[in-house]
């Protein structure tokens, strides 16, 4: 009896899936302390991605470091695809801080997709005297230094934001590191410090009920989430922060293994669920290629190295 042609394709479909060995987890490896969009995702990731794996997903936090432990031991471990990397914007720019990384941001990784973007706004504590980006401006020129930011760290988005933003007005803030937001909105909501170019996700609740202002979103768009606030590109044009997360793979994982996680990783992302329960906080699902990873990785790097140069920032 013959096999009908449709039953065919779908055995050839299935045995060329690359196979993972059974009851061996894939290893999702977040740089960053529980609690963040990264983690937030990566746990969107571990629900979804066993049934569509046939595989259990550990999500692994390894913060310290700018993330580079976690970073390098991901680059180190085998190309399985049984170990996976959730990169920020800061696996390409800490080029710029670190002459010698333990590894290649680019030749030892497998670019698998775009996940997310997050959206910033400038956010001040309501005893600030501004109201508008144009008055953020004027303040930072006229009283140089007296507004003071807060950032999640030396070198994170917070603080590279806010350097290209004084670079591009001429203005000049103080900045005040802290340790993440857990930190940095309790001191903005107490005026300990002014300002942040900060997620959206952990200020929202507090921009909404008052005890917060938001100036303007750091992205290329406005959101529903904060009516009526403009980007800042529309006072300064050409400012933008671009704060994604993708995934990446260790160098020489196979490139069906590669395909079929950029699929399942992508359906995972655009399921309506994922993105119902993302957008309310400020996380715009951005699935991609490989290809279109790359490429995103490149370009980030250019663009901030430059400011970290220009600006000559250092992290001792």
């Known amino acids: 009896m013959k096999t009908p042609a449709c039953a065919v394709l779908i ?27 990264n983690d937030l995702v990566a746990r969107v990731f571990s629900e979804k991605l066993p049934a569509a794996l046939g595989q259990p997903i550990v999500v692994e936090n390894r913060p310290g470091g700018s993330g580079n432990p976690a970073t390098e ?30 590894y290649d941001p680019f030749k030892d990784f497998a670019p698998i997709t775009l996940a997310y973007n997050v959206q910033f706004a400038l956010v001040c504590n309501p005893a600030v005297p501004v109201s508008n980006i144009a008055d953020f401006i004027s303040q930072g020129r006229n009283n140089p230094g007296k507004i003071t930011y807060a950032s999640a760290g030396v070198g994170q988005p917070h603080h590279l934001a806010m350097e290209l933003f004084q670079s591009m007005t001429k203005t000049r803030y103080l900045h005040v590191p802290y340790k993440g937001a857990g930190q940095f909105v309790p001191a903005l909501l ?42 800042i590109a529309s006072e300064l044009p050409g400012f933008n922060l671009d704060a994604w997360t993708g995934v990446l793979a260790p160098a020489g994982t196979p490139a069906a293994v590669v395909q079929r996680l950029n699929r399942e990783i992508s359906a995972a992302l655009k399921a309506p669920e994922t993105i119902e329960r993302l957008a309310p906080q400020g996380i715009e699902v951005v699935a991609s290629t490989p290809e279109e990873f790359l490429e ?11 400011v970290i140069k220009e600006a000559n920032i250092r992290i001792d």
């Open 190 to 231: 107490s005026n300990e410090v002014n300002c942040v170019i900060g997620a959206t996700n952990s200020l929202l609740p507090h921009v909404r009920s008052g005890k917060l202002k938001a100036l303007g979103m750091a992205g290329e768009r406005t959101t529903a989430l904060l009516p009526g606030v403009p980007t």
């Open 11 to 37: 055995l050839l479909f299935v045995t060329s899936l690359p196979a993972w060995p059974q009851a061996f987890p894939i290893r999702m490896v977040v740089p960053l302390p529980p609690g963040g969009s």
């Open 73 to 102: 031991f991901v680059a180190k471990s085998a190309p399985d695809g049984h170990t996976l990397l959730i990169a920020n914007t800061g696996h390409v720019v800490n080029v710029g801080f670190f002459p010698q990384l333990p």
């Open 296 to 306: 995103a990785l490149k370009t980030t790097m250019v663009k901030w190295v430059r």
